[in-house]
């Protein structure tokens, strides 16, 4: 059987980049059927999570400045561990040759890395020479932006855009949690050795949703009931394999809250309705040592490859308040949002309660805005001989002992601030194209030849339908372009295909997964009507050309 | 009135980048009215050139490897002219540092920029310190690739990304010239002090189609008749503005050909769509100084903003065979069509007879081949002394004079190679989403109150209807709650607003141009109708909820 990528490549679903210049490995160019899979795809998550759930979209640039990656944790922790080779100059991941040799290198330190790779004496796959010591290779692609150079990264994630926009979307949402934002777009790796095709890219799409929640009700999610019953198969950081209904995994503590385990529902649900094979797909949880440096629970749903075994194609975390903190810290902005309490509290505090009797002797015409002043400080602020310092009208003022009193009182809090948590559901876009059309590749025997048959859910296909003639004489041909113009005219994405014989399109067709195909035959000219022949079944209907688009 | 960057801002169209960091000039984020609007205009765009012209769509990586931009012209071509400040270090580009003096700096080399400004004294408009000479800075963002750091760059154009890619798409639409090839996605130019807002970003996106001709018949468009009749706002070269048909300003040779008059109404067509009034746009051709180092001819669709003037958004050009020519040269891959004659031609043609009788008894068994390479040698490497080198199995041979002859013969020839045209027409996606929110704000005196209306065609509004219900008591808004669940499960982008009276609710709807508001009221819960108000006109109509979805 050809391989899918083959396939994929022969028939303008993807091609290596920059071929005609040696190639650049990480890099893979969408075709016309691919990118016309792709938008389909992007469209079904739209569908799905921004219609569907009300996750708005946005749209950020790919460049970001320096501060967002030193907050978000990038510029420290999203390194690898390489060695170079002395003698060609070769990069290589130092855990991946290890990982070659049979050691399993899962939390080791770098150390240890170093350490085991001198022991077995490990060299330069390429050419054979020696290795350097471990060094750190951030893995975001950096660049200069305008003529100072001002440091700039491609963002190793969408998901950053999201948080730093905090309080515009907080706003725009009215100030009510929990919300959703969505975005689909480009990010950035700079991967050392990428070698798995569209697995690893140096530039892929991502589409992520941000879901920032109160974290006190990350267990009640208004839409759980509707998923509860949806029964998923999990591998759980134990190891032991389960399959248990949403409502099950959480109540046994296997999957932390409601939240996560509803957006592992829809992943499945969408991976469904993309044409993943629902025995391929399973969910499994991170250990400790590999979650992300921001996440505190994630779970990946992974899809079973004939040529790569388990592929993660989602990621579904729980990022706790680690972004929005750090991009406080960072930028000293507050990004936080006010929960009010269901029944407002009455709360006791101390102030200091101004003697406007004694004040106003003193300070006269500015006794009022001192006494004003003097309740408004804090009370940690009086100083060891009980007087307190306060700012009027840029000058400073020293109140003595006196003029005012310490006084406890009671006062109705309406509700407090807090920062948020999210959960972010990840999708690796090209990841799923991969699965997707390995999943939809069969081979058949029609009419006595063995055939490969993309059998793409209709939703997704690139071509809507296909356009033939039976055979290309008696206006038969004329006829069916035209009504590839009105289909196309009705925004179909239609296929006109007219050489060789119609067994040849029809096999044509099926190789690159278009659901229907329409034929214009004899019949056609006596009374306006078409076959549609079904790509799985390969039943033929026939019906009137006027009702065709609406049948479609 | 409120200016339409600050609306676009405030309502959640359009946010500058990284506030929280202190901003970055040149970036732009699309909150989720923005995102939402732009890809409406991007399958606006979709349907008139992909689905509707059949240019295929890809989807290539952002991030392109050296040799493309060498090749391109862009490494050595694609620079502006700067100045430094000796004080403060800051970047200005020198011809706008004397456009701002009053000084028409078209067509002016740099040696005589540098005269002008320091003729004029010219300082640091930050700081008021000297200036350095002009350097050259080249705009495009350069990163590494891999450990190694291999030199790649952000494409300033998506263009590029298609012509390298020529043999792949040539093979998938069957080598058959014209063809059409188009790509939506981000491209980058590294602009030194970008201050134009949406219109001058060092991230934005583009909309490209590239459309590969045989240079013979740019002119003649097989759905030029269509299109013929169309009448357009001209700017020639000449300065004279005119407004003719496509039909007249192909014959007057105002513009150069069908293919690109063919593409300047597609284009108008496409703005109108969009709603930019006709009246506000224009094609104003570029002269010969301002021409892109690629192009022979370019039209730009010029639309006239309240703000900013007249502002490019779409550029056609005629690209000749630059492209292709270049990534020849560079790559030594051959990136041609085969152009078959109409009638074959016969050509006379010397080539090398071998003969065989002699050549049988000195070379055996390997005579036969020898004949044959003897035949497919060039007759120009014949020596001096009649004999020729050829090289059979690795060896090289001398036969000699005598063994063979040289004869003329006819021969029938098909066809010839040629390197395609290529003509693009390049949409500016943020700057026509500048112009279609500025055209589409306008006041208006409603309910004795001055409003804000954003009148964006019901295609393209961010959100396809509003649901309210009239008051938030006796189940009402549960009923609403209702309806706008099931319009957002048949795929509409619906809003569900609760909050102020149902006046200002309207207002607030009017405000970011949603087209239709449905209405929840008593009357719905008696007969199941609700009232569906069209924005513009503010007209109510009541109509079943059964038929609702059907009626927008």
Redesign the interface.
């Known amino acids: 059987m050809e391989d899918v990528i083959e396939l994929a490549r022969r028939r ?1 679903f993807l ?1 290596p ?5 040696g190639g ?1 490995s ?7 059927l ?3 899979l ?2 389909r795809v992007e469209d079904l998550w739209r ?1 799905f999570f ?3 759930e ?1 996750y ?10 320096e ?2 990656f030193r907050a978000s944790g990038h510029v420290s922790h999203f390194v690898d561990p ?1 060695v ?1 080779c002395e003698k060609c ?3 290589f991941r130092a855990d991946h040759l290890l990982k070659e040799k049979g050691v399993d290198t899962d939390g080791m330190t770098y150390e240890e890395l170093d350490e085991e790779l001198s022991k077995r004496k490990v060299r330069c796959p390429a050419c054979g020479g020696g290795l350097s010591r471990i060094n750190t ?1 951030n893995l975001m ?8 150079g ?1 440091t ?1 990264y ?1 963002r190793p994630e969408t998901a950053q ?1 999201i948080f ?2 905090f ?3 907080y706003e ?1 949402y ?1 100030k009510k949690l929990p919300f959703g ?1 969505a975005q689909l777009g ?1 990010a ?1 790796r ?4 990428p070698r798995q095709g569209l697995l690893r890219l ?2 892929f799409s991502q589409a992520e949703a941000e879901v920032f929640v109160d974290p006190g009700s990350k267990d009640r999610h208004p839409r759980f009931p509707e998923v509860s019953h949806v029964k998923l198969r999990l591998l759980p950081g134990d190891g032991e394999p389960r399959e248990l209904t949403a409502a099950e995994m959480v109540e046994k503590g296997i999957v932390a809250h409601q939240y996560l385990a509803y957006h592992m529902v829809r992943t499945y649900q969408f991976l469904r309705e993309a044409g993943i094979p629902v025995e391929r797909i399973r969910f499994r949880q991170h250990r400790k040592t590999e979650m992300a440096h921001y996440a505190c629970d994630c779970w990946d749903a992974e899809v079973l490859t004939e040529r790569y075994g388990w592929v993660e194609v989602v990621g579904i975390a729980d990022r706790t308040d680690y972004d929005l903190r750090s ?1 406080i810290r ?2 000293g ?1 507050d ?1 936080k949002a006010f929960l009010r309490f269901d029944t407002p509290k009455r709360e006791k505090r101390v102030i200091l309660e101004p003697d406007m009797k004694r004040l106003g002797p003193v300070y006269k015409d500015k006794a009022k805005e001192v006494g004003e002043l003097i309740r408004a400080s804090d009370p940690g602020k009086v100083k060891g001989d009980g007087s307190i310092d306060i700012v009027v009208e840029g000058e400073r003022l020293n109140i003595e002992k006196g003029m005012f009193s310490k006084k406890t009182v009671e006062e109705r809090v309406e509700g407090e601030k807090i920062i948020p948590h999210v959960i972010e559901p990840s999708f690796g876009i090209d990841r799923i194209i991969y699965c997707i059309l390995e999943s939809a590749r069969t081979t058949e025997e029609r009419n006595g030849e063995e055939r490969t048959v993309l059998r793409l859910k209709p939703a997704i296909a690139p071509y809507d339908v296909a356009v033939f003639s039976l055979v290309s004489k008696e206006g038969l041909d004329e006829k069916a372009f035209e009504v590839f113009e009105m289909l ?2 009705k ?3 239609a296929l006109y295909d007219t ?1 060789g014989t119609i067994g040849r399109r029809y096999a044509r067709a099926d190789e690159i997964g278009v659901p229907y195909a329409v034929t214009v035959d004899f019949q056609t000219l006596e009374d306006d009507t078409v076959t549609i022949r079904d790509r799985d079944t390969m039943k033929q209907e026939r019906v009137k050309i006027a009702d065709l688009a609406e049948r479609l």
């Open positions: 303008g091609w980049s920059y071929e005609i210049y650049a990480g890099f893979y160019d969408y075709g016309p691919g990118a016309a792709k938008n569908r921004v219609i569907g009300g708005m979209e946005i749209s950020s640039p790919a460049i970001g400045v501060e967002v390489i170079t100059g070769e990069g290779f692609f950096k660049t200069g932006i305008g003529a100072a001002r700039g491609l855009n730093i926009l309080n515009r979307l725009f009215r934002v480009r950035y700079n991967e050392i050795s140096r530039e991009h960072e930028s902005v990004l196309r005219e925004g179909f994405l050489s």
